[in-house]
């Protein structure tokens, strides 16, 4: 079994900052890639930011320079800081991880989701 929990999320002022963290735990021999995406209300899940195990990023054009990926605990761990907090940053935001694990499987893995709402 793997489990990615999440935590961070919250009601924040416009303005501030915030950050989320993503702690994969179970029989993971790797975890390859780790990834936050978004869902705001009625629209579809989107890529926010991404890391690869060599270190290599990918971010949505909407959010560079203001959310941040970092990783801990021999990579299990993914922090995403974001700066600025905006009202349309608003939605749910799902931690994703592509894991091999102990039996040898490799697939992705997500979590349940933390909310971030952003509101004066």
């Known amino acids: 079994q793997v489990q990615l929990a999440e935590s961070g999320g919250g009601l924040v002022q416009p303005g501030v900052s915030l950050i989320l963290s993503c702690a994969a735990s179970?029989?993971?021999?790797?975890?390859?890639?780790m990834g936050w995406y978004r869902q705001a209300p009625g629209k579809g899940r989107e890529l926010v930011a991404a890391?690869?195990?060599?270190?290599?990023?990918e971010n949505a054009d909407s959010v560079k320079g203001r959310f941040t990926l970092s990783r801990a605990n021999a990579g299990n761990t993914l922090f995403l800081q974001i700066d600025n907090l905006k009202p349309e940053d608003t939605a749910v935001y799902y931690c994703?991880?592509?894991?091999?694990?102990?039996?040898?499987?490799?697939?992705?893995?997500w979590g349940q989701g933390t909310q971030v709402t952003v509101s004066s």
């Open positions: 994703n991880a592509n894991i091999r694990t102990n039996w040898g499987e490799t697939g992705d893995f």
């Open positions: 179970g029989s993971i021999f790797r975890v390859n890639s």
């Open positions: 890391v690869g195990n060599g270190g290599s990023t």
